[in-house]
Nanobody, 119 residues
Framework: VQLQAYGGGLVQPGGSLRLSCAAS????????MGWYRQAPGKQREMVAA???????NYADSVKGRFTISRDSAENAVDLQMNILKPEDTAVYYC??????????????WGQGTQVTVSS
């Protein structure tokens, strides 16, 4: 199972960015997908996640600004980030909890994409 993340970049405070992530490989079902981030000197933290049933969770720091959406048909998840702040600067990682076609559970990570919010 592979996860490929797209998007990221440099944006001014108050701006927007959209991250996308697609899962591929021997996937039977995806139980949840989400985005995490890690800023320099800090631990990786959950930003937003969505389950197969449609439940979404957000970090308090991004509620009202970020929106996670999932395309189940494409095994993909997007993160729309609005009103970005300098403290949102981090490497963002896509995550997926997958059941493979062989019945195994796989917790996968994408390669990480840099988001920098700066004037």
């Amino acid at each position: 199972v592979q996860l490929q993340a797209y998007g990221g970049g440099l944006v001014q405070p108050g701006g927007s960015l959209r991250l996308s992530c697609a899962a591929s490989g021997s996937i039977f079902s995806i139980n949840s997908m989400g985005w995490y981030r890690q800023a320099p000197g800090k631990q990786r933290e959950m930003v937003a996640a969505t389950s197969r049933g449609g439940t979404t969770n957000y970090a308090d720091s991004v509620k009202g600004r970020f929106t996670i959406s999932r395309d189940s048909a494409e095994n993909a998840v997007d993160l729309q980030m609005n009103i970005l702040k300098p403290e949102d600067t981090a490497v963002y990682y896509c995550n997926a909890d997958v059941t493979t076609i062989w019945g195994n559970n796989f917790d996968g990570w994408g390669q990480g994409t840099q988001v920098t919010v700066s004037s």
